[in-house]
Every structure is written in structure tokens, then in C-alpha cells.
């Protein structure tokens, strides 16, 4: 580890300095530096196993049948079918009607748990080795890193090299030089997509392998030759399919950084510094001609090479002055941020075999296509704090940064802060106060903005068609994005107040901080009719408000020989829409399958849906119920609310049915000393937060026979068989309103979870002096060893993906989180 | 050594570096022109005409509202099979669509986009500095504008009274337009078909042909009239066409008139044939102008391949032709063996796999193919004649080309199409099946509700439900939009 020492900066006036860079808080990383005696040499291995934390409880195979057969069967009778009518293709019109016969003797077939065969308990190893030293004039610090990591799905694996130097001199009495250089190189292998999906969705009926030696699945199982067709063949689903893919990707970043500060006048000094950071990425898929399945594919590759060369100059005045009981600081500056993206991509085809998987060997060129991009940050900057004997404390902050990416005449905005503090345990008035060790008072104003989305937002666009006169075709050019000039920054002003108590000699701490943020210009992607010729458009479009409070407590229990701390943090905000758009209307955004809307007074990105309210047990509560259905509604399917209670069911019913926001976390760390022996421990969770359960719907949907999650062992199943009223019947044709986003998929996203154990032991001086070291220590590290959850979902603290504000909370098939259990050493030179 | 030159050097060139410059942030797309720096002359601008046959193609697909409703939503097609998501096109099939249906909500908001492109275009002819020869621009200008009547014509159709925009507007003006009387988009079209009709050609050269033509806007016009109930005004346009001797049921143009000659306008590769009045072009070929009616057409089965070629491919599923349409075609009628094939063997088990499919669209270039589409090809043009006239010779002419006897010859199955109407709605279903015309037919003579009842693929079809439901979604994003009967 390289780190000498992060920082969270979260009110707006310590953030403001970095400008919209610091829109969501700030995190300061300080990397280790070397200090001035004798040159230190450590080294660290870590060695650990890792397993999947959590299997999704899916149907076993005499399940799976059971299911599969109800599916076909309800799809049947609710057509209008007889429902004794004879299992085949001539009494029932349509394969999905039927079912392969061996289903009804699921003893006689595989119970295959595909989890076991896609996933595996994988070793990972880290070592670092770091070297650092210097003198009063000169400091350095060089280290080297690797990791070797096999993934626990099988196929993926993780390989990362770095190597970091740093360094700085006085070179003499008014200039101070230095900088860094780290490197880093990696390689990942990626699973493919499909065994993520099919460890949970590959139906557990069929064998790893088929009597024809190829991969398991209908298409060579006895029984399934009719329906093959139409079921989940190996090639989507079978976790062994991809084995023969290569998806790669090498990247080297490397980050350089030189600066030089020069002393003028006493107090006051310039700093110039340059940071470079150069990333090169390397992406190549290969899609094989061997599947090892019956049949051979057409094979394809694709490569693709990006760069990224990202620059900054900073260019800062500084100024510090102490004097008596005053000091005052202050920084002026000017900065400036370019990003330059370049990326090519080069695809062909037809490959003979899958010996050479290179460009080369494809015998169809089909892709060759290029992107680049640029983007400029350039900022001004000034900071002046005042601080009189500790006690009284304030500063002011302005910054002024222009983006590229905003409208002509939009793409400057300003961003200044105010703070200020109060240490009243300073006061004479608190000196007979034992108690209270440490009292302070902060409050700060400010401003941060954001422009971190993509670039030429705002600009329109015509993008190149094709069309054809005959045999002769031509090139076309159609407008494909509105232009919107007035794009501008979005703003956000929060206002924090802090305070930090010390009790007993500050034996009990506490931070606590309430703040209130609102944003207005609101960024987003917005849903616009599309007679307009266009689905959507990027724009500033509404106000936010965020109420917050963080708390955190920090208390040293024991203090003896055995040493005992605990610290435990809350944090709690709510978020409110205050505006949106020009007449307040509310926003729906359909996506993933699950409705969103943003609405004045309600939580941003809500899931907006049908009520579910269970299921129908039999004929008699459907004709009991006087709400009406605009399909048919037979025992077993669902039963939504009349929401709006107009006596029928219709899409004025859907209302907001949760949000992803949780109504607060928590962490509880603890940390124990007893001779050598150190140990610790940290939960955290979260409380309230919805999850979408989007892999439920997927197993249900997909009714190509996927399999079907454990849970749908509850379902009705018919009058004598209820299940337990919430989980409908299965069915091949989904119907009503089953098909559309409901509360039904919403599940509660709370959990509390075993995060992090270490113990730890340090051998004793004696003996490392002996060996000539300065220390050894030995600890055994486990993480995510211990999760309690409501949900289904399979992880909810990952319930997403994707960045897009417009899917948080969604939980699809993501690669599965891990158990990890380390032993690691830790010596000192 | 003094080293303090040094010093204030440094501090100088900080003070210089502190002069932002704004025009450093004024960055636009590298490998992407923005549209204010097009349409400059006069390529750029045909450039941009060219789109709009793009936008024809486009309406004309797979999936297009054209499509959906016109076969669809009809008794000549239906859904074997299709998985995956939330079921969208079996609904339509069934005519069970919810308001939420993601299908009809794609093709609504690609015919709207289309219509923006050829708004955008007609405004930017409008207002051109380029200097372009008059008859040029108006030539251009009717381009556009037939397109833009035929996304119209089709939207009217299928969902009745809606937004009629008719110049390039903003997002924010969109939200003002609202449904429009269906009177008042016909009156729209009747006025652009005949912009189009008076500034086209009759006919392109070389690289031009495949155009649209002054007869193509007439065709549409006609059918427009027709749909509207005028059968004089229809007349009219039909006999501009019949008599200017341009086109004939000969479209493989060897002087004979036969049953080749309908199998020539669905072979591989046949492009603006003799019989081609209006037509969709496609050209087959990676980086060509693929059309997707092939590929959704085909079979929604692994083990499903084209007749001929042994390559695999999963089809889209979508139109699989119904019993009740082979059922339609007359003993020995030829067009039955293109329209519908039975199936195909599955060639892993040697198996015959009955899964009718249709061989209208075939293209050997299965993996990116570009055959064309014949919007309104002369058997069309012949049958609405004889519907608006009354004179069953035009019929005939229709039916002698395949070898059938004529309507009120001995020969004719009268038992089951008595009248000259039921004669003619029988045969433009086998001619022109799976062309995206059945549903319209039955909707403009207003048998649909009659002669869907029924159908076993389509239970409980009530009349109500003629037409397609307004996108739930246009409606949450603009709720001013009412919804059509029937739909909740």
C-alpha cells in the first residue's frame, strides 16, 4: 500500500477548492512519501482464497420439471385448452403448450446445480515491496506491487503490476522540487456473458455433458428432440459454452507528476506543478468457431485500442503569514484540465478455425471505425483563511470554472464558500468544565457544480446514412441530435453545520453535521415527445433538495492492557424534487423493464408501477372483487390496486411504489489490542432502500424453460395448492398486467453485513531485533464473511451496474460478490 | 551564481498563464459534423434528399406501423413462437395490445422521427441561400413530401386522429400538438400528394432510378381517396396511371404475361421491375441499406434455413403466415408456393419442421439482405380499379396472369366469393399478402370486425379495437394526448 493518509472532505467550503470536481465530496488520497533517517525497506504478502458470498436460490431439477410443466399447462387452460387434452404437438396447436415427456419423471433426468460448475473457490496473491528514505535536503520512496488474482467465475482472472517512485528536494533555500512517476500495467480475462446468466437460468434437467460428448442441453438429451427448439439451448446458457472465448483487455496507465515551489519573500511562495496521466487501453474479443457444441459458429474478432492522455497544469500563489495570536493564508491560482481521447476498432470475421485469433486470420473485413474526443477544464482559483489563537476560524473560497462541454455561452460558472469556526473549549469560560475536552463549532456556506457527463452534449449533430437508387447506393446525411445552447453548469448549494465534541480527555468523541444541499439546473436526460422527431434531450431541467445528518462516534473503551475502541457512524439524507421543468409536470422514464418517475416532492428517480396486492385463490374472489380488468383475469394470476378507485383497472392506476434511496447506513467498527494480538472487526448496512429485482423477472419472462428462482416454490399452484398468496402462477404466455412493471418485482434492499475481520499479531521486539528487522507482522483478514438481507436480489450493496441515475437500484446478473479469506505478512527492514 | 533572474522569470511566466482563454473551451465533435455546418451547397443538400429514401425504407421495414397493422394486427399472420422480455408482438397478433405495447410505441416514434427528417429537409430548402435550379427544389421538396404523406398516411390509418406536424419544430413546441381530426390530416395529405404529383418526374435515368416518380405520388394519392371513400377522385388517379402505359402486369418485361412474371417481383435481386409504381430500395451487402423483412420474417427456431442454403439462423418470428391464409389461395393458384413454404428439415436430425414461413422477401444474402419492396406495384393498382369501377375485367386481368379463370366464369369458386366486392377482397388478400396491406383493406371497407370474428388466432376481436392504442408512453411524456377507445 502506497497510501499514506485519505481524507474525506464532505462540506462544501473544504471541497470547494477543487471545484466541480468536488460536486459529490471530496476524497484526498496522500501517497507515502520517504522520511529523512535511515532508509526503510518493507514487504507485504497477502494470500487469500475467495469464494461466491452468496448462491441465488434457484429451483432444483425435480422443481425445475414440476415448474415447467405448470407453466405449459396454465398457458393451456387459460388459451381455453381442455385441460386433460393429450401432452402433444397435433391436440395442442403449439410446442409451448406441451412439455418434454421425461419432465414428468425428473428422477430419471440430471439435477445439474450450474452455480457448482460456474463458479470456484479461486487464490488471489498480492506482494509489494517498497523501499524509502532520505536526508533534511531529500526524500524518496519507490515501490513495486503485483497481484495475481483468479476470478471466481471461471475463465476470468486478474493480473496488475505497478511500480510507483516519488521524490522531492530542497534544492536550496527559496526551491523546493519533486514529483512522481507510477506505472501500472494489467490484464483481465472476462467470463462470458452468458455463464453469469446461466449459472442461475440454464435449466438444472440437463447433464454437463451429452451422450454425444458435447456440452449438455436439449438439443442432445432423450425426450427433448421436439421442444429443443424453443427451449434455452447450451449456447446461451450452458456456463462451459464461453470457455473457448477470449474477451481481454491490457491496460497501462501511468501518472506522472513534476512540481516546483519557489520561496520569494518569506510567506510567500509560487508552486508551479504538471500532472500527466496516459492510459492505454486494449480491448479484443474472440467469438470462437468451437462452442464445443454440435455445431459450429461463424466465427468472429474484434480489437479494439484506446488512449486517453489527460494533462493538468496547476499554477498557485501562496501566501502564509503568522503573527501574535493571528495567522492568515492564502492561495491564488489558475489551473488547467485537457482530456484527449482517441480509439480505433478493427472487427473481421469468418475465421477457419480458432488456431489464430488475430486480425489476420478473418477472412471478412467488417468493422473498421474510429472515435475521438476532447475536453478543457480550465479554472481560477483563490482561498483566504484567517485563525486567531485556535479558537476563532474562517475562510473564503472562490473558484471559477469554465467547461468545455457546456452551451457557448454557458460554460462559465462560479463557485464560492464561506466557513467558519468556533472552538468554545478555547474559552476561559469552559476551563472548569472536566468534562468537556473538545468543543467546536463549524459552519460553512458554499457552492460546487457539476459537469460530469459526456462531451458535445449540447452540440447538434448529423450523422451519415445510407440508401439505395437501385444497385447504387448513396451516402445520406440526417440530423440526429438537437442542438441546445443553453446547456449550463448544474449548481449545488449546501449548507453545513457541524459540531465535534471531546468528553472525558477525548476518551468519547463525537463528529456530528447536519446539512442542507440544493441543486438547481438539474442535468438529466430528458424524455421529450417524439413527434418532435426525437425521444430525448440533455438538459438542465429541475431543483433538488437534500436534507441530511452525519454522525459519528468515536469512544475508547479500555485503555489498559487490553485496548478496545469502537466508532460507530450514521448517516441519513432524504432527497426531494422542488422543480422540474418549466410547468412542474412530472417525468416518467421508462427503462428496464421497470417505469421511473421524477415528480415535485418526491424522491428523484422513484419506481413508478402498478400496486400488487397478491393473488386471485379462486373464481369466486375475482367475481367478488367490482374493480374491473381490461383482459382476462383467471384463479392464480395477479390482483393490482384501483389506485385512483374509478372501479376498472387502468394506466391511471400506477403510482410510485418505492425508491432506491435508503433511509440511512451505518457502520460499527471496533478494534481490540491485548499484547500482540490486535483485532478487529467492521459491520455496516443499510436500512429502507427498495431494490428492483430484475433476475426474477428475467427467470420468469424468458419462458424459453429458464429455470426459476427458489422462491417460486410458493406459487399457486391451484386452489389445493395456494402457495403463499403473493407469487403467481407460472405460465408460458405471461398476461395482464403481469407484463408490466409492478410492485411485485420491488423487494426491500436492507441489509446488514460482516464486512471486514482482521487479526492481527506482531512479533515481538526481542525477536525482530535479533533478526535484524524493525517488524514483523502476521494477520489473518476475512471480508463480506457474514450478510443478513430481506431481498432476494442476490447483493443488494451492488444493486447496479451502471452510473445512469435511472437504473440505481436495479439488480440484474452482475459477477457475484466474494467471500475472501487472507493470511498476510507484514515485515519491516 | 545569482540565481534570482531565474526566479523571476518563473514568477513571470505564472502571471501569463493566468490569462484564461475562453476560446480554449470552445470544443466541437472531431469525427462528427454538427448540423449548422451542413447544407452549405448544393451536394450537401441532395445529400440530405437522399436521406429521406432512407426514411422510406425505414417506414416501409419489418416493424413499422405499416407492418404491425397492416399484417400483423390481420388474419394472414400470427405468432408461433418468441421468447425473451415482456411479449410485444404476440398481443398485437392476438389483438390483445396494452397502451404500454413497446412495438407500437417504437414505430410510432420512428415514424415521427422520419417525419422530423423530412420537415427539417423541407425547411432547409425553404431557406437556403444555396442558389439550386427552381424545378431542382421543387423536385426535392415533393420527395420529401410524399415520404412524409406516406408515414402519415400509415399513422392515420392505424391510430386515427393524431399530432399532424407539418414544419421542423422544437421539443418544447411539440408539446403543443395535439391530436388533429383524421379529416384534417387527409386534407394534408391530399394537398402534399398533389405538390408531388405536379413537381416529379415521370421517370429517372441511370443512377436515378428507383426515385420517386409523379406516378408514385398519384398511386398514393389514389389510395388515399379510396381510403377516404371517394371512389371518383380515385378513379381519376388510376387512370392517370393505366393509360400512361408505363408500367404492366409484365414485369419481368419479356412481352408475355404469366405466372413468372409475379415470381419475378419476388426473385433475389429483381430492383424497379415493369410493375413497380412505388417502391422501398434496399440493397443487400455489409454497409449497404439492409431491410429487415427476411430476418423477422423467418421462423424463431435454431434450426431454421432459407431453401438452398445450408447456414442457420434464429428469425425474429414476426408475420408467420396463418393456416387461414393458405386456406385462402384457390387450388393450384401459383402465388401460394412463395407467399407460404410448409417448413423446413432441420438438418441436425433430418427431421421436416412445419413451421410456415414466407419466401416474399427471400435474399440468398440472408446474413444482410436487401431485397425491395414494392409499396404499390400495378396488381394493386388494377385491383382498386376494379373496386372503384365496378368492372371485374380489371380483376381478371390480375387472375389471368397466375392461370386462374376469371370471377363469373364457371371456373370461379362463386360459392364462396359471390359478389364483385368479396371477389376483390379475396383477391388482394392472395396477391398482395404479407405486403402490408390486409388490415388496411379490411379496415377502409370496413369488414374488419366481420371477417376477423372467429379467427382462431384472435379471440374475442370486438370492433372497438380497430384501432391501435395512442403509446402510454407519449401520454406520460406529454398527457395532453387522449387515448383511443377501447384501451386503458
Redesign the interface.
Known sequence: MDIESIDVLKDASSSAIYGSRGANGVILVTTKSGKPGKPTLSFNYTSSVQRVMKKVDVMNGPEYAQAAIDAAQNGWID??GDPNAPNTIEARG???YTWPEPLENPSTLPNTDWQDIAYRVAPMHKADLSFSGGDERTKYYISAGLINQEGIVIKSDYQKYTLNMKADAKA?D??NVGGMLNVSYDNESEPDSYTLTGATQYPPVYPIYGEDGHLGGP?NLEGF?NHY??LM?A?HGHPYQGLNEDELTHRLNTAGNLF?E?T?LPGLK?R?SFNAFYKRNDYSYYSPVDRNL??TYRATYESEMARTLYYT?E?L?IFNKKWNDHQLDAVAG?E?NTRDFYSMLGERRDYDNDLTRYLAAGS?I?DAD???????L???LGRISYNYKDKYMASATFRRD???RFG?DK??GNFPSLSVGWRASEEPFMDGVELVSNLNLRASYGFTGNDNFG??RW?????Q???????????????SR??NPDLAWERTRVFNFGIDVGLMNNRVSLEADIYKSESDGLLLDV?????????N?FRNIGALQTNGVELNVTSHNLTGALTWNSQVTFAANKSKITQLG?DN?PM?I?RT?M?IINEIGKTPFSFYAYQYDGVYMNQAEIEADPVEY??SVHPGHGRYKDVNADG?????DRTIVGNAQPDFTWAFTNNFRFSNFDFSFMFHGSVGGDVYDAVTRRSL????GRNYLGKLNNRWRSEAEPGDGYHYKLSV??DGLE??PSSYWITDGSYARLKDVTLGYTFSENLTDKLGLVGIRLYFNGTNLLTFQNTTAVDPENSTSSTDPATVGVQFSPYPTSKVYSLGINVNF | MN?KPI??F??VS?LF??S???E?????????????S?YNNQL?LQ??V??V??QL?RLADARSVADLYGELYSDNTYI??Q?????VD?PISRH?I???NDRILTA??NT??S???C??LIYQLENTKVAIDQSLKSRWMAEALLVRSFAYFNLVRAFGDI?L?TQR???????D?LRESDDKVYEQLIADLTFAKNNLPTSYTG?????VTKYGASALLAKVYLTMGNKAAAQTELEFIINSNQFSLDANNDGTVNKTDYLHIFAPGT??SKSSILEA???AG????NSNHQTAYAPY???FHLPGITA?FRGGGVNSPTADLVAEFEEGDPRQEVTVYPGYV?Q??G?F?EYPFTMKFFDPIWTNP?QNFEIIRYADILLMYAEVTGNAQYLNMVRARVGLPPFGSAGYPSNLYPTLDLAIEHERRVELALEMHRFFDLARTGRAAEVMQGKETV?GFSGNRLLFPIP????????DLT?NQG??
Open positions: 388459451k381455453g403449439a410446442y409451448k536550496n527559496w526551491l438439443e428432440e427448439g424453443i439451448r449456447y516546483a519557489i520569494f509560487y508551479s454440435a455445431v497544469m499554477n500563489l489558475y488547467s471478412t467488417y474510429d472515435d475521438a474526443s476532447k475536453y478543457k480550465l479554472s481560477i469554465g467547461s468545455s457557448p460554460k462559465w462531451n458535445y452540440v447538434s449533430a448529423m450523422s446514412g445510407r440508401a439505395a437508387f437501385g444497385t447504387n447506393l448513396v451516402t445520406t446525411y440526417y440530423p438537437i442542438e424524455p421529450v415527445p417524439s413527434t418532435s422527431g426525437f425521444t434531450v418549466p409536470a416518467v421508462t423493464n417505469s381490461p383482459f376498472k383497472i387502468s394506466s391511471a419472462f424468458y419462458h424459453e404466455d405471461i407484463k408490466e | 540565481m526566479k523571476y518563473l514568477i505564472f498563464s493566468m484564461a482563454c475562453d480554449d473551451l470552445q470544443l466541437y465533435p472531431l469525427n462528427q459534423i454538427s448540423e449548422g451542413f450537401e445529400q440530405a437522399n436521406d429514401y432512407r425504407g408461433a413462437f421468447l425473451g422480455g415482456t411479449p404476440d390483445e396494452r397502451p404500454s410510432w416514434n415521427y422521427n417525419i422530423y427528417i420537415n427539417n399530432p406536424i419544430i422544437s421539443p418544447t413546441q411539440a408539446y400538438y443512377k436515378d432510378v428507383g426515385r430492383k424497379n430500395q434496399y440493397l455489409p454497409n449497404a441499406f427456431h435454431h434450426a442457420v432441420n441436425g436430425t427431421d419442421v436487401g379471440p402510454e408512453y407519449a401520454i406520460d411524456v406529454n398527457p387515448q384501451y386503458d
